[in-house]
């Protein structure tokens, strides 16, 4: 079996400087859509491509064959484009870029009806009001579809639509596409055609209708980006995680949730982002491409492309950027920033703290406004906190340093150099007082 998707369109009513297939739809593109679930029903996926086609061949993966079609007329030129794709011994699945959530089960339906014998298998639907789509007609054991502008008065009251979805044997469409034309008020070549001049046709039918929904507008693809988020959040109830306020909670599809997790107002969970068992996530937080652990508690804050292990708590207020750790029961407090940085077991830094760069042992405290100097204005440099350090308040770690295992740092200080473990490190001039000065000083005034 061989899947070929057509995405050589420009998707003019999108209004948008990028490619149709490229605009994502639940945090991926939609063709990315369209390209996974080809993958688990074919041994070969080839895609056709058309406007700004090096743009969308960045998108695609490599193992994807790419073919160009170089002036849009149709669905039959599209295919005609790829015809070095098409095998006589092998079936050719068509579809979509623009019509990203066909299923799997329903391209296996289609595939295992059309093993039982035919040119080509339709995958059709019935819809209330079909007006502006092409019918597919049954006469007897034959099919025929007809567009919606060439449909009589008689046949109007159909309500069976083709979807533009089929299954072709490779040998009849090898001889099919040769012979269609493109005698129509657009002057282009249509697949439906190649359906037309078939013997032998079998139907399979959907009723599921966000399956077949091809994005042409925004307005489309917000609606189906609505049905999706819906469709996640139920399944996500369903599976024991409770969610408070699903109309303000925004959950990509190919986000995990373990259960007796609660999900709080306002909250953002994106991308590849897996969460444990009896966490508190939010309100108003947003979390992207992370790995979070069990019993932890994420309250107000962004976290970027993170780890985080079990029984930490984040918030409020805070942001973890890419590559940041936190081992298990570490604490993350307000107005508290990390990047790439590792926080060791235990560890707390709870007030305006800025961490980067950084490698943090276990039970070491860091003060409020500890800021970890890591760029010189040419590289980014590290600092190493060992296990048990204490960081005093308003500290500047200035990188490349190492803080020793129990070394307590005094508020306030710049340390520039390392300090052995249980040393106190002190980098501050030593107070001044004058006595009654202020008092003097108002007198000369």
């Known amino acids: 079996m061989r899947a070929l998707v057509l995405a050589a369109g420009k998707g003019t009513r999108m209004k948008s400087k990028i490619p149709k297939v490229l605009h994502p739809l639940s945090g991926r593109p939609m063709i990315e859509w369209v390209i996974e679930t080809a993958g688990k029903v074919a ?169 077949i929904t091809g994005v042409n507008t925004r307005k489309t693809l917000v609606w189906l980006e609505e049905q999706l988020r819906m469709r996640k959040i139920e399944e996500l109830l369903e599976n024991g995680v409770t969610i408070l306020d699903p109309a303000t909670t925004y959950i990509h599809y190919s986000v995990e949730i373990g259960m007796d997790t609660v999900i709080y107002p306002m909250t953002f969970i994106e991308g590849k982002s897996r969460v444990g068992e009896n966490c508190e996530i939010g309100p108003m937080t947003r979390i992207v491409d992370c790995e979070i652990g069990n019993n932890v508690k994420i309250t107000r804050s962004e976290c970027f ?86 960081i005093g308040s308003n500290s500047s770690l200035v990188a490349p340093v190492r803080i020793g295992k129990g070394a307590l740092i005094g508020a306030g200080s710049v340390i520039t150099e390392d300090v052995p473990p249980y040393s106190l490190g002190l980098g501050r001039a030593r107070q001044v007082v004058k006595e009654g000065w202020v008092l003097k000083k108002r007198k000369e005034e």
């Not at 703290?353 to 860091?366: P, T």
């Not at 890591?374 to 600092?383: A, C, M």
Request: hydrophobic share 40%; with cysteine; glycine share 10%.
């Open 43 to 211: 041994q070969k996926v080839g895609v056709v491509l058309g406007f700004e086609a090096e743009l969308v061949r960045k998108a695609l993966p490599e193992w994807v064959d790419v073919f160009v079609q170089g002036e849009q007329l149709g669905t039959a030129h599209a295919v005609m484009c790829a015809k070095d794709f098409i095998e006589p011994g092998d079936d050719v699945l068509i579809l979509y870029g623009d019509v990203p959530l066909i299923s799997e089960n329903t391209l296996k339906r289609m595939i295992e009806e059309h093993r039982k014998g035919a040119d080509v298998t339709i995958l059709v639907a019935d819809l209330e009001d079909p007006s502006g789509y092409g019918r597919v007609i049954q006469d007897g054991d034959k099919y025929r579809i007809i567009e919606d502008t060439d449909l009589p008065e008689e046949l109007k009251s159909v309500t069976t639509i083709n979807t533009g979805f089929y299954v072709f044997s490779g040998d009849f469409l090898l001889r099919a596409l040769p012979e269609i034309k493109n005698e129509n008020a657009k002057g282009e070549y249509y697949l439906t055609d190649a359906v037309n001049f078939a013997e032998k046709v079998r139907v399979v039918r959907t009723d599921d209708l966000l399956e």
């Open 305 to 390: 492309k993170s780890v985080i292990e079990d029984d930490v708590s984040v918030g409020p207020f805070a942001r973890l950027r890419e590559g940041t750790i936190l081992k298990k029961s570490s604490k993350i407090g307000n107005f508290v920033e990390i990047k790439k940085s590792t926080i060791g077991e235990g560890t707390k830094a709870q007030h305006l703290s800025y961490i980067g760069d950084a490698f943090v042992g276990k039970n070491v405290n860091v003060g409020a406004g500890t800021i970890t100097c890591n760029y010189d204005g040419k590289k980014k440099n590290p600092t190493f906190i060992e296990d048990g350090a204490f």
